[in-house]
């Protein structure tokens, strides 16, 4: 099954497999995201997500850790970290 992924910022509407990690859909597609670590310690690739938050996958402990350190409102998710499970629109922030 695939899933819809709508880049706000460029209106970019693409398709990928369920399961598949944000940073790899947005890397084909051409999104504008900045990625620095990948691993969720920067923060570069910060977005919001703007429609199907709950189609992203769980946060890990040090997603979480991250943005509550920045006091980031529910929304936002290190696009590093999150896989796809279903349609989502996503906004980037960056840091
Ligand atoms: S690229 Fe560093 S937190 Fe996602």
Redesign the pocket.
């Known amino acids: 099954m695939s899933v819809k992924v709508h880049f706000l910022l460029e209106d970019l509407l693409v398709e990928a497999p369920e399961g598949t990690p944000l940073q790899a859909i947005a890397d084909a597609a051409g999104a504008d995201i900045t990625?620095?670590?990948?691993?969720?310690?920067?923060?570069?690739?910060r977005v919001r997500v703007a429609e199907g938050l709950g189609h992203c996958s769980e946060m890990g402990a040090e997603e979480r850790d991250?943005l509550q350190g920045l006091d980031a409102p529910a929304d936002q998710r290190?696009?590093?970290?999150v896989t796809v499970h279903g349609d989502v629109a996503i906004d980037y922030l960056g840091l």
């Open positions: 990625f620095g670590c990948r691993t969720g310690s920067c923060g570069t690739c991250f290190l696009a590093c970290q």
